[in-house]
């Protein structure tokens, strides 16, 4: 009976242990864990730092829902580009312009050397987003500090239900396609991508390659058939979804087709 009773609570501990881990992997859409970092601040003191940035989002960043309200991140948090579209919470608390409520940010660039590269993790904000984290009126004060002690934590994307859109890159042509994906709800980074075909078994899908930033690429060494589906997995949570043949029949390169899902 003792047995039989430890193997049952065995059992039970380990199904909320699992439970709990399934739990931490969830992204709250405000910062529940927060950790120290530097800050800086870039391009022009009201802007979206460059435009564009090594993501390759373009000028999207000074556009909503990105609003201007993003970062460069150091190498430890860009992670070579796979943490493109991750979203953080930002805030300070040292300066006396600091207001110490927290401001959500999305990554669009890297900023690989200086203190970006020195700092355990490093955020290179937009003049906006730096500017955001002081008390009203309080901006100028602020960006003049030039660098700070700052707290970050990692939280869900929310893109005010927008669904997940695909750019296709201008290089792209008949045997080659390459697409910059955006807005991605929720965790907001990828683990990989895949295309499908639709003249192809729908389970039959095709890696897709991370060419840089947020610009994944597949070269089939054949002409694709449109409408292409393409599918994404989550990095954070693991979650899969299907943007179904979201690329279609006609696609042109530069074009941009947005499709009717997303993770949230």
């Not at 009773?5 to 864990?33: E, K, M, N, P, R």
């Not at 579209?85 to 959500?104: D, F, I, L, M």
Request: charged share 15%; aromatic share 10%; glycine share 10%.
């Amino acid at each position: 009976m003792a047995t039989t009773t430890f193997s049952i609570a065995c059992l039970l501990l380990s199904f909320f242990s699992f439970a709990q881990l399934c739990f931490s992997l969830s992204l709250s859409t405000v910062g529940t864990s927060w950790s120290t970092a530097g800050a800086t601040w870039y391009g022009s003191p009201e802007g979206a730092g460059s435009d564009g940035g090594a993501c390759g989002y373009g000028d999207a960043v000074s556009q909503s829902p990105f609003s201007s309200l993003i970062t460069a991140a150091g190498p430890s948090l860009y992670r070579s580009g796979k943490e493109c579209g991750a979203c953080y919470q930002v805030k300070c608390t040292e300066n006396p312009a600091c207001s110490g409520k927290p401001v959500r940010v999305v990554i669009t660039d890297s900023c690989p050397g200086g203190p970006c590269a020195s700092d355990s993790a490093h955020f290179d904000l937009s003049g906006t987003a730096f500017g955001a984290m002081a008390k009203p009126g309080q901006e100028e004060h602020l960006r003049s500090a030039g660098v700070l002690n700052i707290h970050y934590a990692r939280v869900a994307c929310d893109y005010s239900g927008k669904t997940l859109t695909f750019h296709v890159d201008p290089g792209s042509n008949p045997n080659y396609i390459a697409v910059v994906i955006e807005f991605e709800e929720g965790d907001g980074d990828l683990a990989s991508v895949a295309l499908s075909e639709a003249s192809k078994d729908s389970t039959e899908w095709q890696a897709m390659q991370q060419s840089w930033g947020a610009v994944w690429k597949l070269d089939p060494g054949y002409k694709l058939q449109a409408p292409l589906s393409i599918q994404l997995k989550s990095q954070y949570s693991g979650k899969t979804l299907v943007a179904k043949n979201v690329i279609p029949e006609g696609w042109r390169p530069g074009g941009t087709y947005r499709s009717v899902v997303n993770f949230l």
